[in-house]
Each structure stands twice: as C-alpha cells, then as structure tokens.
C-alpha cells in the first residue's frame, strides 16, 4: 500500500512556537512509519520555512541545521500541490498537512486558508471555526447563542486602553475580585492574569495588551478545571472527562509547562451524570463554532453542579503531558492510534469540501 505523505508543520511565529516544537516532537515519534512518508517542516520565530527529511527527533528544535535542511515554501498553485525549494525549485509533493502549530498564524484560520487555497487535505478544523474559536470575544457571542453557560466578562481593547481609569471602573461596575484577564487570541494561558484588586488589574491590562489589541475581563468562577478531547467530524465523540489540580493559583502557562507539581486526574472524580453533561455540552460548543477534525474543550464544574463553560482549544499540545493525547488514551486509544484518526478525518472533511467547491 502507498504510504501517505504527510507534512508535519511546527514552530511558527507565535508566543507559543517552543511548546509546538516539543508537540511536535511527540507526534513525529508517535506517527507510524509504515503508513507515512513523514515529511519535517519547522517555522522559524521569524517565518522561514525549512524542510528538514533527516531530523534528529532527539534533537526537533535544530531542524534548520539539520542535515539536508531546505528552505522551503508551500505552493498555493493547485496545478504544482507540495512544497517548493527556495534553492532550485524542486517540488516535494505532499498529501495532506498536519500542522502542529499552536497560537497566532497557527491555529486562528490563517494557515488553514493557505492549504484551502492549494486544495491540500490538512488536519483540525477549517478557516472559520480556528478563526472564531482562536477569538475568545467571539467564541463567547457563538456559545452564548448555542446555550452554554459562560462566564460574565467584558472586553477591552486598545483604544479603550487610551483611558484606563475608565476601563477599570467599567470592571468595578460591573464585577467584583477578584477578575481574570485574558487576551483575546493566545494560548498556553499567555498574558493571563487572577486580578484582585485595582493595582492587580491594571497590571494585567498591560501585561494581556502586550499579546493582542483586546482583552477579556471575566468573573471569577470557583470550580474544578475540567477537561474534554473532542474527535470527529460531524459524528463527533468525547473522551471521558479529566481533572486539572493545579499547584499554582490557577492552571497558568508556567503550571502547564514548568511545575511538575501540577497533576491530572483521568478520569475525572464526577457523578456519571454530570460528566456525561459536560461532554453533552463539549459537543454543542464543538459543533456551534463549526470545528472539525479534534478540538479540547475546557469546562469548570461548580461546587453545586453548576457547568460554566472556559475554552475551546482547536489544535491543543500534544506533548508527553498533554490532556488531549491523555484523555483518549484512558479509553484504550493509543497515541499512534489516535494520530492515524485525526488523519483520516482531515481526509473525509476534505472529500466533503470538495463537493460544494
């Protein structure tokens, strides 16, 4: 049987592009190689695309030293599908994309919209639902109106900023402390901070501007971090339901990434029912905002039961301590597995692309 040749993106450009690297570390390793033609790509911080065929997966983050680097680009001409050497114009053809790109030009729409314009099968959700599921602003206008439960918030934004005091008494109106702040389009919890007070606040208008032109100010929830994989396409399923217990205040990018006391829970330590809610609603959040191929979807479950839902994540880690990877594996997927799944689905939502294009 003919292997697949499958280009797999990293890095990129983003706040994010160390935490895909070592994503993408784990899924290269994880990927089977009698099924795929595997083929490196990494984005430098500053945009170059270099295609590396002889990575050391001992050694991702050195794929532009590695031996027989090329810099590379991806041809948006249907009639030449692949990607381009920048030093003789040789083509490397490719079947389908997984990109493994966390964070801006990673997963708010941007890239996907260069693989729909070159027609190339590619893994996770399409245009629209990595653009509106990347804006948290959005996200929440999408979610209210499908019916889920959120969390009140506001939005702030830079020309806003140009009187903060107005700003902060906007958020004194309206909520009491402590708040979070959130930027509008990041990940990994970058530039998010708990604010409970004045001073606190303004702190983390600053620090959340610094990653976008707007931000979310949004009421403190006090519950349990909950967490779901979502895998399909219109006949999506949901794994079981996992526990973040943070060590930190809150499940921060330094708990996710650099405190080894941060632990999760796998299956979550819920009553049947209302696990079975969460992942009930996981799948309206998944499905209103259009998303496809996998996506994480992030609840809190409220000490009287109450569910709020926090976020969908549309390309989440894959890290050796990743949820998304975890949460299926709980229920016998295997890592290899899973990676062939979301793979084959990029391929049937580019099958019934092609019927309406």
């Known amino acids: 049987m003919k292997k697949i040749r499958l280009c797999v993106i990293f890095g990129g450009v983003s706040t994010e592009h160390d ?27 500053d945009g170059a695309w270099y295609y590396a065929p002889n990575l050391d997966l001992e050694n991702t983050a050195g794929w532009v030293d590695s031996e027989g680097a090329v810099p590379v680009t991806l041809s948006a001409n249907r009639a030449l599908t692949g990607l381009v050497s920048l ?12 990109p493994v790109l966390h964070g801006f030009n990673g997963e708010d729409g941007t890239i996907q919209g260069l693989f729909e314009v070159a027609s190339i099968p590619y893994v996770g959700c399409g245009v629209s639902a990595s653009a509106m599921s990347m804006d948290k602003s959005i996200t929440k206008v999408i979610v209210e109106k499908a019916g889920v439960p959120q969390a009140d918030y506001l939005v702030i934004n830079t020309l806003d900023m140009q009187d903060v005091d107005a700003c902060v008494k906007k958020v004194e109106d309206k909520f009491t402390y402590p708040v979070f702040v959130k930027p509008a389009s990041t990940g990994s919890s970058v530039g998010v901070n708990k604010a409970r007070d ?16 707007k931000f979310l100010v949004e009421e403190f929830i006090d519950g349990r971090e909950i967490e779901t994989a ?14 973040v217990l943070a060590e930190q205040e809150f499940y921060s990018f330094d708990a ?5 006391s941060s632990k999760t829970q796998i299956p979550a330590d819920l009553p049947e029912d209302l696990a079975n ?21 992030d609840f809190f479950v409220c000490k009287d039961g109450r569910i709020v839902f926090n976020e969908i994540n549309t390309l989440p880690g894959f890290t050796s301590i990743s949820m998304y990877p975890k949460l299926f594996g709980a229920v016998g997927v295997s890592y290899s ?21």
């Open 198 to 213: 004045r001073e606190s606040l303004i702190f983390a208008f600053n620090d959340a501007i610094q990653y976008d032109s």
């Open 230 to 243: 979502v895998m399909g396409n219109e006949d999506a399923i949901v794994s079981v339901c996992g526990e």
């Open 19 to 45: 935490i895909s690297v070592l994503s993408a570390t784990s899924v290269l390793k994880n990927l089977n190689r009698d099924k795929y033609d595997i083929m490196p790509v990494g984005i430098t911080k």
């Open 87 to 98: 030093e003789d114009a040789c083509v490397f053809p490719i079947d389908c994309v997984f």
């Open 337 to 357: 597995d899973l990676l062939d799944k979301i793979v084959d689905f990029a391929f049937s939502a580019y099958e019934i692309k092609k019927k309406y294009k």
């Open 277 to 297: 809610e969460v992942r009930r609603l996981a799948l309206i959040v998944y499905h209103s905002l259009g998303a496809a191929g996998l996506s994480r979807v």
């Open 256 to 260: 996710k990434y650099n405190d080894t």
